[in-house]
Nanobody
Framework: QVQLVESGGGLVQAGGSLRLSCAAS????????LGWFRQAPGEEREVVAA????????YYTESVKGRFTISRDNAKNTVYLQMNSLKPEDTAVYYC???????????????????WGQGTQVTVSS
């Protein structure tokens, strides 16, 4: 099993930046797809970004392309989400997730992920 803990959320002005981190314990992440998801009040959880187990393929939802970057450091057993040019509509609880796989395809479907963090609040003021 994998335990995931997010950190780095907070309150930031529009146009600012935040860097979210998700540290894993229990198992190494080398055989896991990793993803960042978010859920705003009154809305369903959506994928923000995902990265495959090798780090060679990534996915971004259209609204964050060019602003957010997902990366992973397997030596530190950590996945990151760098968020630049933040907008008020980015306000949400952000979750990291891990998906066991033997393949190289990026996974973007929430229900297919095996393990989830507790979430970290990101609030962008206008």
């Amino acid at each position: 099993q994998v335990q995931l803990v997010e950190s780095g959320g907070g309150l930031v002005q529009a146009g600012g930046s935040l860097r979210l981190s998700c540290a894993a314990s229990g198992r190494t992440l080398s055989n896991y797809n990793l993803g960042w998801f978010r859920q705003a009040p009154g809305e369903e959880r959506e994928v923000v970004a995902a990265i495959n187990r090798s780090g060679g393929s990534t996915y971004y939802t259209e609204s964050v392309k060019g602003r957010f970057t997902i990366s992973r450091d397997n030596a530190k057993n950590t996945v990151y989400l760098q968020m630049n040019s933040l907008k008020p509509e980015d306000t949400a609880v952000y979750y990291c997730a891990a998906d066991w796989t033997t393949g190289l395809r990026v996974e973007t479907t929430a229900w297919k992920y095996d393990y989830w963090g507790q979430g970290t609040q990101v609030t962008v003021s206008s």
